[in-house]
Each structure stands twice: as structure tokens, then as C-alpha cells.
């Protein structure tokens, strides 16, 4: 069963590549006393994912922390070297702090793994936006169905 809101965010290790090297973040201790927004893709590199819910995101960077948002954090069922490879490709350094979820365990405990193997994707994320203040879930908005519409950055703007 997928998060609700005012659930705390589960403490499953995610790996954000830091000097080079992979290294072990934890979302629940990064959240505690802030304002994060995460988004979660099916993954890096795809098409919608990365025309646009990573750029929304990058183009909003300013706007969002102007309304009290600390960080900005994308997940995807990827490795942390790919993760690392896209926020390059995609000017995210600074704005989007990108972590992988390499085995898909903090997506299947928020309740939210997408059987992709019918693309030849495996399990994945579905595509979502939520916001976490102190480490507990402010607003989730999953994607009712293919597209990017729910949890744009724009959508995520709007609930402000």
C-alpha cells in the first residue's frame, strides 16, 4: 500500500554519487527539520523523464525554493553512476540531488514499484511527486495514468 499523507518516510538507504564515489543517503534523515520535495521517475534517460519531468524540475529550482522548499530530490530505479551521468546530461547539479534507488527497495517500501517488464524495463518507480516537511509526507501526487501531469513541477508549484 502506497504512503498517505502525514506518514513518515521509510529510512531504506538510497546511493547519490558524491567525489566520484558512491554514497549512502538516507531520505528520512534528510528531511528532518526541512521542506523536500521527491519526484520519482521509471527511469533515467527515458523519454518523458527526460524531456520533461527532470527539466520542469531544474527550470523550477528557483521558484520552489522561493516558496520554502530546502531541496529537490529525483529518484529512479537506476545505479548511482547512470543517476550521476543524467543530472550531468541534464544541468541538474545544484538544483536536483539525484539518488538511486538501485534495487528498488525504497520504492516498494513507499508502496509505489511499477511492473515494467512488459517494456523490458523490470520493476521500476511509478512516476510521483511528494512532499516531505520533517520527515513525514505533506502531499503525495502519484501520475493517475501515463504522462506528466500530477507531478510536474508545475504541479507541485500549484500546491503551495
Known sequence: ???????????????????????QVSLAELSKSKRVVVFA????????????????????????????????????VNDAFVMDAWGKQ???????????????????????????SGFGMGER???????LRNGAVEALMPEPGPGLSASSADAVLARR
Open 1 to 23: 500500500m502506497a504512503l498517505k499523507e502525514g506518514d513518515k518516510i521509510p529510512d531504506v538507504k538510497l546511493t547519490e554519487m558524491v567525489d566520484g564515489r558512491p554514497s
Open 41 to 76: 521517475v521509471p527511469g533515467a534517460f527515458t523519454p518523458t523523464c527526460s524531456m520533461k519531468h527532470l527539466p520542469g524540475f531544474v527550470e523550477q529550482n528557483a521558484a520552489l525554493r522561493a516558496k520554502g522548499v530546502d531541496e529537490i530530490v529525483c529518484i529512479s
Open 90 to 116: 541534464s544541468s541538474a547539479g545544484g538544483k536536483v540531488r539525484m539518488l538511486a534507488d538501485g534495487n528498488g527497495e525504497f520504492t516498494r517500501a513507499v508502496g509505489l514499484a511499477l511492473d515494467a
Open 125 to 131: 518507480s511509478q512516476r510521483y511527486a511528494m512532499i
